[in-house]
């Protein structure tokens, strides 16, 4: 079950972006907010939850889903606004660079210690790169696996 889930909430990402992306426009939808909502939001749901398990059964990043459906969103967004293409296309491209960002938000708190078992612990020294493991007993036990993407990474993996 996390096999799947994984992917969809990464492809779930569309969803806060469109509605984002009516925020500023909301006076020149072509359709009233409710009725736009009514069938958007259930299409949007079933993409996702669709590529989510395309993804994992093909074992393809989701990137690989979600740069070829952007254009495709980006079309049903401009056609319910009345706005020219350019104005709906800018909107648009702005909040994917918001979305964009956000990892490299995420990456700024890199954590330099932790624990990684029951009593051990781990931290690493930025300046001279140094991975110190300390404590007894068992250490949690990390599995990489490049094929699938990384499931259980080790903390210190950032």
Avoid at 7 to 14: C, T, Y
Avoid at 87 to 102: E, N, T
Avoid at 104 to 129: D, E, F, M, Q, R
């Amino acid at each position: 079950m996390t096999d799947i889930l994984r992917p969809v909430l990464e492809l779930s990402v569309i969803i806060p972006g469109i509605l984002l992306a009516y925020l500023p426009v909301k006076s020149y939808l072509r359709q009233t907010p409710l009725k736009l909502t009514a069938w958007l939001l259930p299409l949007l749901l079933g993409i996702c939850i669709l590529g989510g398990a395309v993804c994992c059964a093909l074992q393809i990043p989701t990137r690989w889903f979600l740069f070829p459906l952007l254009p495709v969103i980006m079309l049903i967004y401009h056609k319910t606004l009345k706005i020219s293409v350019w104005k709906s296309v800018s909107i648009f491209l702005a909040v994917c660079l918001m979305f964009g960002l956000l990892p490299v938000s995420a990456l700024a708190a890199i954590p330099t210690s932790g624990s990684c078992g029951k009593n051990a612990k781990w931290s690493y020294n930025t300046a001279t790169k140094t991975l110190t493991i300390s404590g007894r007993g068992d250490m949690t036990d990390y599995e990489v696996d490049p094929v699938i993407g990384i499931e259980d990474a080790p903390p210190w993996n950032a």
